[in-house]
């Protein structure tokens, strides 16, 4: 289990989470650079690492994917 804080990094966790399956075409730079302009910048790094969560989820449970397959 992930925990982060605040209930609505799991709003930015999903965000990640869609970009590492593609759905979502946003790399994290680019949602760096949005954030930068939308947010106060103390809750930049915690908006950050909630998204490379996300996305480090995915990236894991695809890892596990292709282990179980074999490949």
Partial sequence: MVTIGNPIFGNIM???ALAATG???MSLNVFEQII???I???KVAI???AYKIGKD???DEKQK???SRGF
């Fill in 47 to 49: 908006n950050l690492n």
């Fill in 36 to 38: 930068l302009k939308k």
């Fill in 23 to 25: 759905d979502l075409p």
């Fill in 14 to 16: 999903t965000v990640g």
């Fill in 57 to 59: 989820l995915i990236r």
């Fill in 65 to 67: 994917g292709i282990k």
């Fill in 40 to 42: 106060s910048t103390d």
